[in-house]
T-cell receptor, first 114, second 114 residues
Framework: AQSVSQHNHHVILSEAASLELGCNYS??????LFWYVQYPGQHLQLLLK??????LVKGIKGFEAEFIKSKFSFNLRKPSVQWSDTAEYFC????????????FGSGTRLQVQP | EAGVAQSPRYKIIEKRQSVAFWCNPI?????LYWYQQILGQGPKLLIQ????????DSQLPKDRFSAERLKGVDSTLKIQPAKLEDSAVYLC????????????FGNGTRLTVT
């Protein structure tokens, strides 16, 4: 069974600081990788996704993520965070073949201080 | 595009009572998911439907949870009888397909069992 680990449970940054949130998954086969974000009071929404090709993918609002196959990692980055990035971030994975649903990590709560 | 609709938003019941949640997915989305999100954890899949057939219900506690999607559109998730540990947010999501298709989430139903 696949699993996803997000080791940073709560991150506090000042505006303009750089962000990197860790995500590691365990699965031996080929996977699809996603980051979802949940802003306060809103529903979960897609931030970015990776299926194949260039391991560096860009998403909305200046976020990007890098897939490192040898490390089973898909870390989320942003060069300069804003107060509006305060949210909870979830990494998710599913098998690239078949119809399996997403398996989510436990999430990282990001708090950006003005 | 109208989003995924869920009701009710909040529900408080006593243990051993029953409760039902309703979800209406995005029009045309064949795949519907119910996830359970306990406080401090990531969403955990309960059941996945494709049209009105079940794709995966391996993590659904079938002695107390049931779900149906009779006409391949909206869906109902029921808990009977509820336990204290069922306190969570129940999320419904839909997608146009499986695998690479992103999930669109509703706002969820927050259940408190006392």
């Amino acid at each position: 069974a696949q699993s996803v680990s997000q080791h940073n449970h709560h991150v506090i940054l000042s505006e303009a600081a750089s962000l990197e949130l860790g995500c590691n998954y365990s699965y031996g086969g080929t996977v699809n990788l996603f980051w979802y974000v949940q802003y306060p009071g809103q529903h979960l929404q897609l931030l970015l996704k990776y299926f194949s090709g260039d391991p560096l993918v860009k998403g909305i609002k200046g976020f990007e993520a890098e897939f490192i196959k040898s490390k089973f990692s898909f870390n989320l980055r942003k060069p300069s965070v804003q107060w509006s990035d305060t949210a909870e971030y979830f990494c998710a994975v599913n098998e690239s073949t078949g119809r399996r649903a997403l398996t989510f990590g436990s999430g990282t709560r990001l708090q950006v201080q003005p | 595009e109208a989003g995924v609709a869920q009701s009710p938003r909040y529900k408080i019941i006593e243990k051993r009572q029953s409760v039902a949640f309703w979800c209406n997915p995005i029009s045309g989305h064949a795949t519907l998911y119910w996830y359970q999100q306990i406080l401090g954890q990531g969403p955990k899949l309960l059941i996945q439907f494709q049209n009105n057939g079940v794709v995966d219900d391996s993590q659904l506690p079938k002695d107390r949870f049931s779900a149906e999607r009779l006409k391949g559109v909206d869906s109902t998730l029921k808990i009977q009888p509820a336990k204290l540990e069922d306190s969570a947010v129940y999320l419904c999501a839909s997608s146009s397909g499986t695998g690479r298709s992103p999930l669109h989430f509703g706002n969820g139903t927050r259940l408190t069992v006392t």
